[in-house]
């Protein structure tokens, strides 16, 4: 990796170049990670302004937990990935979901930009006053695996879902 990069807040002034993240997403047909990052963009602020308030606890579904999301930039002002960190875990999140979830555009993998997302979440984590941070991802999602314990994860128990995916749980002491 390069380029430097770091976290914004999201905000209308990164459209253009949030549209591109998303289109490249969409066209790979791959799963959306993190979650957020499938909330429909045809509405630019008003999806701004859902991920500001979903960071206050504004409006939050029934069982969720504030969420602040990030994006990660470079100098360009380019997007290169998104994180989503959950301020506290549910039953849901502490099996399968984890405090952290991260995703890099498919044409920036394989550069370092996911070890880089992590470690500067893992500051945000620290920020808010989360000391140890649970990270999961599939079993079969090794890039993952080896940015997790890059970044200081503890292999957990892993989480088997009904449909039988293997979810690998970590702990990262963030104190």
């Known amino acids: 990796m390069e380029k430097s990069v770091y976290l914004v807040s999201p905000t209308v002034e990164l459209e253009e170049e949030y ?8 066209e790979s047909g791959e799963d959306m990670i993190p979650w957020v990052i499938e909330k429909d963009p045809a509405d630019f602020e008003e ?18 937990v504030p969420d602040s999301t990030f994006w990660l930039v470079d100098d360009t002002r380019r997007v290169i990935g998104a994180v989503n960190i959950r301020h ?16 890099i555009r498919p044409s920036e993998r394989r550069k370092g930009y996911a070890t880089k997302l992590l470690a500067l979440s893992l500051e945000k984590t620290k920020d808010l006053g989360i000391q140890n941070v649970l990270v999961v991802c599939d079993e079969g999602n090794t890039g993952s695996l080896r940015t997790i314990v890059k970044n200081g994860g503890i292999p957990e128990k892993d989480y088997i879902e009904e449909d039988g995916n293997v979810v690998k749980r970590f702990w990262i002491h963030n104190g």
């Open 19 to 26: 549209l591109s993240f998303y289109e490249e997403w969409k």
């Open 47 to 64: 999806m701004v302004r859902d991920l500001h308030n979903q960071a206050k606890g504004i409006d939050l579904k029934k069982g969720w």
């Open 88 to 103: 506290g875990l549910t039953e849901f999140l502490l099996n399968g979901g984890g405090h952290i979830g991260y995703g």
